[in-house]
């Protein structure tokens, strides 16, 4: 009677470490795809502003070229 105890313990305490390791692989995967959907969108943010910045300084170069010619 005591061993059956003995073996249910066991199998409880097999069933609970392998659910913490299923669980805990489950975050991780659930983790590395929410780090890479944030990485993304900062990517795009990065790509946006890089954008932006070199459509003003195209229309800043231009006025400065002619106040060159119009300096000499």
Known sequence: MESFIL??????I???ATM????GRQ??????????????KY??????EKRR???HVESVLPLNKTDAHEKS
Do not use: P
């Open 27 to 40: 975050e991780d995967k659930q983790n590395e795809a929410y780090i890479e959907q944030e990485g993304q």
């Open 20 to 23: 913490i390791l299923r669980t």
């Open 43 to 48: 990517i795009e943010r990065l790509e946006e």
């Open 7 to 12: 073996y249910g313990l066991l199998a409880g």
């Open 14 to 16: 097999l069933f609970c």
């Open 53 to 55: 910045r070199s459509e």
